[in-house]
């Protein structure tokens, strides 16, 4: 059904769940505004924003992780490194995020990021509604509801925006 295997992936783990949901195909878009114009019925604010971070912990290294967020919202750095106890934090390059999710396209990243391995974190206003809406891909858009995601993605809420 989807342009890429995690779409399939995504879909039939809501079937799985009986988790309600909806599927819609449209052109390719690359940012939440995009596709928040492409999707009849839901606001900007129900969309969630998948971003995938590299951050530089205290004890060296690096680590990758996802940040959700409402599509109308951004991240606050500050927060994010209190969240994940790091030194700094940037985005992931476009070449980390095909490495990390399988070949997924930037403004496609579904926020599924235990799909990938990848610890996930989401701000509370993310279920400020009943319902969300992400791309799981660059053309493919789902809803559904965000009492299911948290069950499903079972993410860290932490106060990120």
Do not use: C
């Not at 890429?4 to 949901?21: F, M, N, Q, S, Y």
């Not at 750095?77 to 790091?86: E, G």
């Not at 993310?126 to 993605?153: G, P, Q």
């Amino acid at each position: 059904m989807g342009d890429h295997p995690i779409v399939d992936r995504i879909l039939k783990l809501l079937e799985t769940a009986g988790a309600w949901h909806e599927h819609f195909s449209h052109e390719p878009v690359r940012t939440s505004e995009e596709a928040a114009r492409l999707r009849p019925g839901y606001s900007l604010h129900e969309g969630a924003k998948a971003l995938i971070v590299r951050t530089r912990p205290a004890d060296g290294g690096h680590r990758f992780a996802m940040l959700v967020v409402p599509g109308d919202a951004r991240f606050n750095s500050a927060q994010v490194r209190r969240v994940l106890d790091a030194k700094d934090v940037r985005f992931a390059t476009p070449e980390e995020v095909a490495e990390l999710t399988e070949g997924v396209e930037l403004g496609g990243v579904p926020p599924f990021g235990n799909l990938f391995g990848l610890p996930v974190v989401t701000d509370p206003s993310l279920y400020d509604h009943e319902t969300m809406i992400f791309n799981a891909s660059r053309t493919h858009s789902i809803a559904m509801r965000t009492k299911d995601y948290r069950v499903l993605v079972e993410p860290r809420v932490a106060a990120i925006v």
